[in-house]
């Protein structure tokens, strides 16, 4: 899936965020300390001025008896204040309220410088990170296919494992009993070991490519089987996928040949001992797997051309961080002075000699940017592990990529084929009591604008009874040919094929069921009648 339309995280402004978020906890931590000294120092500034207070009157009487008593006076009175006074200083010293207040704020105080040590080891990491986010960003600047500068948004890590294994490429290999029975998966873009394994329908039914026979290939033209490949035993593509041939031990694929006369495929039937086995990976690609070649969309498996060190690259909103598949591997780029010889002006400004000059360039290496970045795989790797269970029974598939898997398979095969050789050759009224409704469907269907040349020709021919065709059976099952003489001694030949399943119809065939296939508004040579397919030829002499 394009990643085009999420929401996509700055790396700089994300970690830019973090570090605002660390540096107001550490300032909250660093006021709640200062707070708290502040008010102890006021609690005990207060206490020492009340203290200083009675001990400045216990000082006063005390000079007061002095004098008193210097005159032979009575002090009774004063003493008995001095000892209130002293009463008075305990009662200050020991007050419980003042000691629980202190005892409080130093609490505080403490606990205050472990939340700032924290704060400031959570500042210094965040700061690290926004470094490696701007080697990032410095790295795009320079060449755009290096660095990182944004991620795509995802609400949940399990989003983007399964966004990512719907992207994954996978290949296809086809055994030497035409059965599409191997799929190639690219675990990461440019895998140097792709998993291999054994796929089927069922655990005691395989897939059958469902190939056009060699004498069949013009069915390419018709859009019902545009997307089957012929059976020419070479490798082919389909929906972005390459399946490819499997020679046979010791064989190459040149040496691979259809044994089956017009190299019809034979019909292949799957017995319990054809069961495929699921036993995992081989420890190496085999060598008919070939090369990596990238999908041709964008994903978050494979962001783009030249920049598959970004592969993975995703920003996780439920978990607040950074993922990529390889994280330790991010294309770097630097600007460098190299020395090149070039020609220049020379010293006596006569004509141009070689001399050894300094330019500017930049070199690529690649950055461990896991510090910012998680690496995702892991995740990917256990999710993967649920889609290979279900590879040998993938008409129960669940997973997203099992699910794709078999879709890509149906493209080309199917647990049973629709082309089965035709055991015999078959007379004119034999084949006439198969196709003839659907021939007698097209030359009595109605004239359209656009009916051109041969088509128009044989048409005019058969129905006006001029001619009557001369028609004969391939080596495929519902394939025949047909040949008219044309008033000019030509002959205009053409092919008709019926998928075995509606051959011989009970009743007439509608015209209705007749379409004239244009190109550039003219028909010519293409026609389908309901399910049969009729490609008119060339004239021949």
Not at 172 to 184: A, L, M, P, T, Y
Not at 253 to 278: F, L, R
Not at 430 to 437: D, H, R, Y
Not at 463 to 469: A, I, M, Q, Y
Request: charged share 30%.
């Amino acid at each position: 899936m394009s990643d085009t339309l999420r929401n996509k995280v700055v790396l700089v402004s994300q970690c830019e965020a973090w570090l605002a978020v660390a540096q107001s906890k550490l300032d909250e931590a660093t006021e709640k300390v200062r707070r708290h000294e502040s008010e102890l120092t006021s609690i005990k500034s207060e206490s020492e001025n009340r203290l200083r207070a009675i001990r400045e009157k216990i000082e006063s009487v005390r000079q007061t008896i002095k004098a008193v008593l210097s005159q032979d006076g009575d002090a009774t009175s004063l003493e008995k204040k001095e000892k209130e006074y002293q009463n008075a200083l305990s009662e200050e010293s020991g007050r419980p309220a003042l000691l629980e207040a202190i005892q409080k704020h130093e609490a505080e105080i403490e606990a205050g410088k472990k939340e700032m040590l924290a704060a400031s080891a959570k500042v210094e990491e965040k700061t690290k990170l926004l470094n490696v986010a701007w080697d990032l960003k410095r790295f795009y600047d320079l060449d755009n296919k290096a660095g990182i500068l944004d991620a795509p948004e995802y609400e949940t890590k399990e989003d983007a494992v399964q966004d990512y294994l719907q992207s994954v490429r996978v290949d296809f290999g086809i055994s030497e009993s035409v059965r599409v029975d191997q799929v190639v998966i690219w675990q990461v873009p440019y895998a140097q070991k792709p998993i291999v394994l054994s796929v089927a329908a069922s655990p005691d039914l395989g897939y059958i490519l469902n190939a056009i026979p060699l004498s069949l290939s013009w069915l390419q033209r018709f859009p019902a089987y545009a997307n089957r490949p012929v059976a020419s035993f070479e490798d082919f593509e389909r929906g972005g996928s390459k399946f490819h041939l499997i020679p046979k031990s010791g064989d190459s694929k040149e040496e691979i040949a259809d044994d089956s006369e017009d190299g019809e495929s034979e019909e292949v039937e799957v017995s319990d001992g054809d069961a495929v086995d699921q036993e995992g990976a081989e420890d190496t690609a085999p060598e008919w797997v070939g090369d990596y070649e990238p999908p041709s969309e964008s994903s978050l498996y494979s962001p783009g051309a030249d920049i598959d060190h970004r592969s993975g690259l995703c920003f996780i909103k439920s978990e607040d961080r950074f993922y990529a598949i390889r994280p330790d591997e991010i294309k770097s780029v630097q600007k460098v002075v190299k020395k090149e010889q070039q020609q220049v002006r020379s010293p006596s400004g006569y004509g141009r000699v070689w001399a050894e000059v300094e330019v500017e360039g930049v070199e690529h290496g690649e950055y461990d940017a896991s510090a910012l970045i998680h690496e995702l795989y892991e995740h990917v790797f256990d999710a993967k592990k649920a889609v290979e269970s279900e590879l040998s029974n993938l008409r129960q598939a669940k997973t997203p990529l099992a699910m794709r898997i078999r879709s890509l398979i149906e493209l080309v095969a199917g647990t049973e084929t629709q082309f089965v050789k035709e055991t015999r050759r078959l007379n004119g009224a034999e084949i006439n009591e198969l196709v003839g409704p659907y021939w007698d469907a097209f030359v009595s269907a109605p004239w359209e604008p656009g009916i051109s040349e041969n088509c128009a020709m044989l048409k005019h021919l058969c129905e006006r009874k001029l001619e009557t065709p001369h028609v004969y059976s391939y080596g495929v099952k519902g394939h025949y040919g047909l040949k008219v003489r044309t008033r000019d001694h030509d002959w205009i030949e053409a092919s008709l094929y019926c998928p075995p399943a509606n051959l011989a119809p009970k009743g007439p065939v509608s015209h209705e069921a007749v379409a004239y296939l244009r190109a550039e508004g003219v028909c010519t040579r293409r026609v389908m009648i309901g399910p049969c397919c009729l490609s008119i030829g060339n004239r021949v002499k």
